[in-house]
T-cell receptor, first 113, second 111 residues
């Protein structure tokens, strides 16, 4: 089991550019979550999917953020256009069913300059 | 929605001593309470969890207690070691899928 795989590990981009973060959940897990972590706000849930369907995107901060899960083994989080305040560590997590702990990926550290 | 508060925000203990981290939650419907350990540069890792039908759970040097009446739960680490140094997060789950995280406790174990 390779765990939850995120790419890239680090991303530095200029303000206004499009950023795409990628996640491969653990095989057999049917729920996937995108979190953002900052010192000020801690871990914030952005969006989660059950069986590839977005269930709750109320945490997505603005229309600049979008997420997709075209199949059970892949999800993307896109920011367009990016802003310096989007700088954070973005985590993807997956779980096999309700009331089981998430498995987190190693995160993508995004820096927007 | 659910609100999870975690204390203390920082904790320093001597190696071999015990460490206790406490969390409270607001929604009495919460029924699943995981704890995560996050080391520098890594994602949070599940270390122990407890469900609302259980009052206490132990796994070697780690234990978690749950008081449903008071709506609080705690993480206990005994015989602390330097490798226990990390940030610890509690969480509570109402719906079963969505977790609400505490703000984290930075634990430092002093050799």
């Amino acid at each position: 089991d390779a765990g939850v795989i995120q790419s890239p590990r680090h991303e530095v981009t200029e303000m206004g550019q499009e950023v795409t973060l990628r996640c491969k959940p653990i095989s057999g897990h049917n729920s996937l979550f995108w979190y953002r972590q900052t010192m000020m706000r801690g871990l914030e849930l952005l969006i989660y999917f059950n069986n590839n369907v977005p269930i709750d995107d109320s945490g997505m901060p603005e229309d600049r953020f979008s997420a997709k899960m075209p199949n059970a083994s892949f999800s993307t989080l896109k920011i367009q256009p990016s802003e310096p305040r989007d700088s954070a560590v973005y985590f993807c997590a997956s779980t096999r069913s309700a009331n089981y702990g998430y498995t987190f990926g190693s995160g993508t550290r995004l820096t927007v300059v | 929605g659910e609100n999870v508060e975690q204390h203390p925000s920082t904790l320093s203990v001597q190696e071999g001593d015990s460490a206790v981290i406490k969390c409270t939650y607001s929604d009495s419907a919460s029924n699943y309470f995981p704890w995560y350990k996050q080391e520098l540069g890594k994602g949070p890792q599940l270390i122990i969890d407890i469900r609302s039908n259980v009052g206490e759970k132990k796994d070697q040097r780690i234990a978690v207690t749950l008081n449903k009446t008071a709506k609080h739960f705690s993480l206990h680490i005994t015989e602390t070691q330097p490798e226990d140094s990390a940030v610890y997060f509690c969480a509570a789950s109402v719906s079963g899928n969505q977790f609400y995280f505490g703000t984290g406790t930075s634990l430092t174990v002093i050799p």
